[in-house]
């Protein structure tokens, strides 16, 4: 059963700092490149970061470069995204996506993060 589990959403005023986790299952997690999307009311799923099997390479959204940062543990089965600095327009739901070779997709339900004052 694959379960890509969620957390660390919330409220939080700008320039704050937010860690979300996703926290994987039913799968094997190291075998898999892992990506951050998030979703703002009215707008596209939009990509907010990339990280490679092992981790050795990161990628991000023009938006979000030097201010967020992607991360992932292989023993835990856990994705991070550190997030500092926010800005209300990262108000989004943010979801944890596993991609495998050569179709897997599966994805998480979604985090709510707000940033307001």
């Known amino acids: 059963q694959v379960q890509l589990v969620e957390s660390g959403g919330g409220s939080v005023q700008p320039g704050g700092s937010l860690r979300l986790s996703c926290t994987c299952s039913?799968?094997?997690?190291?075998?898999?490149?892992m990506k951050w999307y998030r979703q703002a009311p009215g707008k596209e799923r939009e990509l907010v970061a990339t990280?490679?099997?092992?981790?050795?390479?990161?990628n991000y959204a023009d938006s979000v470069k030097g201010r967020f940062t992607i991360s992932r543990d292989n023993t835990k089965n856990t994705l991070y995204l550190q997030m500092n600095s926010l800005k209300p327009e990262d108000t989004a739901v943010y979801f944890c996506?596993?991609?495998?070779?050569?179709?897997?997709?599966?994805w998480g339900q979604g985090t709510q993060v707000t940033v307001s004052s």
């Open positions: 039913g799968f094997t997690f190291s075998n898999y490149g």
């Open positions: 996506n596993a991609v495998g070779w050569p179709q897997a997709n599966f």
């Open positions: 990280i490679t099997t092992t981790g050795s390479t990161t």
